[in-house]
């Protein structure tokens, strides 16, 4: 890939996973913070600026990566699968002066689709869960990007959570039976939560537990 010529040229970039945030600074002294769901849904992926329609349910997405493009530009990697995105300087700089333009209008196509974000209210948390082995086969999924009440502060109470959310799933998470991380290191019942962590359950044994009624 050839580099291309840019207008302007960052100084800082940094990526704030816990908040889900992308702040960038330039040589002007203009400086961003661009949220991973404004640049999800404004992404420069042919697919998305050629949509009918405003790409929705990206409340909760994240930046998993950040990969340099030749001097003008980076690839963002987003936890939902989407890579195709490349956002040269001169985009990631266009985005922060329209930041407040562009998202009233996304708002407003949101509205005219008749679809209602979701933002979590005051004390709620946004998890990232991560299922492995049996658990991604009986759970259906392998992750989810999840909004608990604040009465979910540590990894007991998540469970406890997760089982009235799903009574049938019960047996999946008995304490014997899964190890739990806490972003990428094990934890403990008592290990608390915080909004924007992410949570893996990692079977014990290779043989799952009888579930009757789990759809």
Known sequence: MTDQATRHIPTAIS???KSRLLSISFEDGRSF???????RVFSRAAEVRTATH??????????????????YAVRLVFDDGHDTGIYSWDTLYDLGTSQAANWAAYLERLQAQGYERREPKAGQK????????????????DSEQVIVPETVGNVRTLIRWLVGRKPAASP???PTRIRVTVNRQFAEEFTRLEDGDEVAFVPTSPIAPATPGLI
């Open 54 to 71: 405003p790409v929705m349910g990206k409340e909760l997405v994240n930046i998993e990566r950040i990969e340099p493009q030749g001097q």
């Open 15 to 17: 990526l704030h996973t």
């Open 172 to 174: 999946l998470f008995e």
């Open 33 to 39: 913070e661009l949220p991973c769901e404004y640049l």
């Open 126 to 141: 946004r998890l990232k869960l991560l299922y492995f082995a049996y658990l991604a086969r009986r759970m259906r999924k």
